[in-house]
């Protein structure tokens, strides 16, 4: 098969790629994006099966998150959440163990609520939150045991490995305005297909090997294609580059690759349960000591939907457990907390496990103690040929996020347009 000659390449459609691509796009300098699944978005992955679900990236983090511009470009708009009806802390942050609410009265929500933040603006000597969490409370209080499963779900973190100095330094520099949340409202993939209007991408197209040096690169598609690129912005995810089924030739320099493997590719799943109307109380998060440790509702003209999200180590257990028995699962611990109207409605359900996926292997990523380095060591170009991005390779307090995703391409092809100006199109 012939080799095709690109300028540049971008390899994954996800928002990092997307961002990238239509940047170039925007600066003359079209770029061809590689994409191994059958869709774009990558870890944006919207369902509408009955009523917008979202399978990956659920919320906007922040007011002023650059997202909002594209959403604004594209003539999206974003909701709230929770809305301001539910905005009261005892009615929309709500609590249970064993199966039950805790009463209004339980002080357990504040002291949660007040660890965390304690551990989330950490300034201080290096130490993992787990440690950090112990010089803070008992190890069998339980505000502190509700406090670590959220560090573990919002991080899709194990506590134990999750550096406190590197969260609260992100914490810090976030200038999206971090806390406050926005659906959007006609999915979030709804983002990712405007990113890729006029663009050219390539579905279908994965990327086993990549041969680079000074003067370029050759990419080995699955398909036994190759292709030739002066430069290559690569966006794949951190647990893909872990995983090695996108192999460097010759190998990545030793600083790269220390990076790679001392960041961590985070697990989370989430698990979707679809039930004719809502049947429980009002509450926008429900913070739970089950095996899912975190559920809020989301609503549609079909229905709700009970979403589960597990993250860190427990979403390995969740996912090991298969989809039938993590949905009978959830709807077990839904039932214990509302009632049999649980069983009496529910639809459907569907567990989304992001570490078995080939093209993801893990939810994002999260830094471990000791890798404080390891995001600007992973987005530094090499040889002025491979160019990072993708939110693993964030340095600007934004890891982990879409909007995060999003900047990180725009600043590898800042880097891309600082160079000489590229040839046009071979
Ligand atoms: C369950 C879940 C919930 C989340 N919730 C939120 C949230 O509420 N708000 C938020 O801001 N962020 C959230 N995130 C994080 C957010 O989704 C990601 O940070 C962001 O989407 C990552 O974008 P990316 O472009 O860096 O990577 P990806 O979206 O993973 O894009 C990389 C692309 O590369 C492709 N690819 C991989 N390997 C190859 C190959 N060999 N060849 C070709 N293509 C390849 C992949 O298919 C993928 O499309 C969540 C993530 C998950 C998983």
């Known amino acids: 098969m012939p080799t095709v000659m690109r300028e540049i390449v971008i390899i994954g459609a996800g928002m990092a790629g997307l961002a990238a691509a239509q940047r170039l796009h925007q600066a003359g300098l079209p770029a061809l994006a590689l994409e191994a699944r059958q869709r774009v978005g990558g870890r944006v992955w919207t369902?509408?099966?009955?009523?917008?679900?979202?399978?990956?990236?659920?919320?906007?983090?922040?007011?002023?998150?650059?997202t909002w511009d594209l959403i604004r470009q594209a003539g999206l708009t974003a909701t709230l959440w929770p809305p301001e009806a539910l905005a009261d802390s005892a009615t929309a942050y709500r609590f249970a163990c064993q199966g039950r609410l805790l009463p209004s009265s339980s002080d357990v929500p504040a002291r949660t609520e007040n660890l965390y933040e304690l551990v989330e603006h950490y300034e201080g000597p290096e130490q993992s939150a787990a440690e950090l969490m112990i010089s803070l409370a008992p190890a069998d209080d339980l505000a502190a045991q509700?406090?670590?499963?959220?560090?573990a779900n919002v991080e899709a973190a194990?506590?134990?490995?999750?550096?406190?100095?590197?969260?609260?330094?992100?914490?810090?520099?976030?200038?999206?305005g971090w806390g406050d949340d926005f659906h959007v409202n006609d999915g979030y993939d709804s983002l990712a297909t405007f990113l890729a209007q006029g663009l050219e991408v390539r579905l279908?197209?994965?990327i086993t090997q990549i041969d680079w040096n000074e003067t370029g690169a050759m990419l080995h598609l699955a398909n036994g294609q190759t292709i030739q690129a002066r430069r290559v912005i690569v966006t794949v995810p951190l647990g893909v580059l872990q995983a090695g089924t996108l192999r460097f030739c010759p190998a990545l320099p030793p600083e790269k690759e220390q990076a790679i493997s001392a960041l961590a590719m985070g697990s989370v799943t989430k698990?979707?349960?679809?039930?004719?109307?809502?049947?429980?109380?009002?509450?926008?998060?429900?913070?739970?000591?089950?095996?899912?440790?975190a559920w809020w509702p989301v609503y549609s003209e079909q229905g709700a939907v009970l979403m589960g999200y597990t993250g860190g180590p427990a979403a390995l257990k969740l996912a090991a457990l298969g989809n039938e028995a993590a949905i009978e699962q959830g709807l077990a611990e839904v039932t214990a907390l509302f009632g049999s109207a649980a069983r009496e409605t529910f639809v459907k359900g569907q567990l989304v496990d992001w570490s078995s996926d080939p093209?993801?292997?893990?939810?994002y990523t999260y830094t471990p103690v000791g890798a404080g380095n390891a995001r600007a060591e992973l987005a530094t170009p090499v040889?002025?040929?491979?160019?990072?991005?993708?939110?693993?390779?964030?340095?600007?307090?934004?890891?982990?996020?879409?909007h995060g995703a999003i900047e990180s391409g725009w600043r590898a092809v800042d880097e891309i347009l600082t160079l000489a100006q590229p040839n046009t199109q071979v």
């Open 271 to 293: 698990l979707a349960l679809w039930f004719e109307q809502a049947f429980w109380p009002p509450f926008a998060f429900l913070h739970s000591d089950g095996i899912v440790p």
């Open 146 to 151: 509700f406090a670590l499963r959220r560090l």
């Open 47 to 66: 369902d509408r099966s009955r009523g917008i679900v979202e399978f990956g990236a659920e919320f906007i983090h922040g007011k002023k998150a650059v």
């Open 204 to 206: 279908n197209t994965a």
């Open 383 to 402: 040889a002025n040929t491979l160019f990072f991005a993708g939110e693993a390779t964030c340095t600007n307090g934004h890891p982990a996020t879409v």
């Open 359 to 363: 093209w993801a292997r893990g939810g």
């Open 158 to 176: 194990d506590v134990t490995r999750l550096s406190a100095q590197a969260l609260g330094l992100d914490r810090r520099k976030d200038t999206a």
